[in-house]
């Protein structure tokens, strides 16, 4: 894994081995840069990085500006490692460790943009529910958008405010816009 542009440009991201994680390829992370950099500019928006796992997303965005970036994962050491990095490289991220169904079930903030990146194994019933609490719950911006990373063999198309998908190996990002 490494950083794909910004200040930290080209820097390898080595997680520890023993974190359950399955990180964004570079290939399917650079064409969702490519898309986003046309819509958004990263130093003026907010982030929310939801199965956070190394903070690969988390700290692409950081290098390429982003300076309000939440980063939530419920393992201990995904969020130790996030922290770390964000220290070490002067990156504004907060790391928050708890259960996404529980942050996403409180009452918080809004983000310009929303990225889930679960387990592929979640159930249907599991994905649309993140899709619901992110709406329920307000947590977009008007104009903001919700991104979910899955696999192929899942389809979220039918879930509401649903604008496109897009393939990238063996990964789909699934994009959804604010009810606004």
Sequence with gaps: MR???????GRRIIAPKNLPVRPTTD????????ILGNRFYFEEISV???FAGTGNMSFEFASRGCTAITSVDSHPGCVKFIAAKAGE???KIRAIKMDVFKFLGSV?????LVFVDPPY????????DIHRLVYEHNFLKPDGMLIIEHSKRMDLSHLAHHASVRKYGSSLFSFYESEA
């Design 48 to 50: 929310l990085d939801l």
């Design 89 to 91: 490289w002067n990156f």
């Design 3 to 9: 950083i794909i542009s910004g200040t930290h440009k």
């Design 27 to 34: 290939m399917a992370k650079e064409a969702l840069f490519n």
């Design 121 to 128: 194994d979640l159930s249907l019933e599991q994905f649309c």
């Design 108 to 112: 918080g903030e809004s983000y310009d």
